[in-house]
Structure formats: C-alpha cells, structure tokens
C-alpha cells in the first residue's frame, strides 16, 4: 500500500506544462520509481519513511487503522480514498 501511494503521489505532482524541463525531469522520476522487474529503491526508501511517519509498523499490512494514519500525513496535500465494489 505505502508503494503504491509514492507512486500516486508522484503522479499528482506531474507538471502541467508538456513541453518544459519540470516535465522530463518527472518522467525520469517515474520511470525510476515505477519499474515492475525489481524494487527500486527510491520506492522502497520513501515507503518505509512514509510508513514510519505515520508510526505504522514496517513489517505489517496496511488496515483501517493504518489508513487513518496515513492520510494524517498526507494530508491536507493528498487524501486516500478507499473503494468498495460489490456485485
């Protein structure tokens, strides 16, 4: 879960102009940070650091609890939202 919020998180950053260096600059950030073959680093770096910031345990799943946690940091920059598909 802390993964995937780094990687959102640098999505919402994505600047709005396409044809400025801010732009190239992100999508080298991307692309590193998003590789599928192996765990970058900078990923697992800001996760844990997310995770920690938030006092939830590293070695653990992410529950409602750590949720609550999470968006405290986050906030008021970016908010969690939670989705619940049934049939």
């Given at each position: 879960m802390p993964r995937?919020?780094?990687?959102a998180r640098l999505?919402?950053?994505?600047?709005?102009s396409t044809d400025s260096e801010a732009?190239?600059?992100w999508n080298r950030k991307l692309d590193r940070i998003k590789r599928?073959?192996?765990?970058?680093?900078?990923?697992?770096?800001q996760a844990i650091e997310l995770k920690a910031s938030a006092?939830?345990?590293?070695?653990q799943p992410c529950g409602p609890r750590e949720w609550s946690q999470?968006?405290?940091?986050?906030?008021?920059h970016y908010r969690?939202?939670?989705?619940?598909f049934t049939e």
């Amino acid at each position: 879960m802390p993964r995937a919020i780094v990687v959102a998180r640098l999505h919402a950053q994505k600047p709005s102009s396409t044809d400025s260096e801010a732009l190239v600059t992100w999508n080298r950030k991307l692309d590193r940070i998003k590789r599928r073959n192996v765990l970058p680093p900078q990923q697992r770096d800001q996760a844990i650091e997310l995770k920690a910031s938030a006092q939830c345990a590293i070695d653990q799943p992410c529950g409602p609890r750590e949720w609550s946690q999470l968006q405290k940091v986050l906030a008021p920059h970016y908010r969690l939202k939670n989705y619940e598909f049934t049939e």
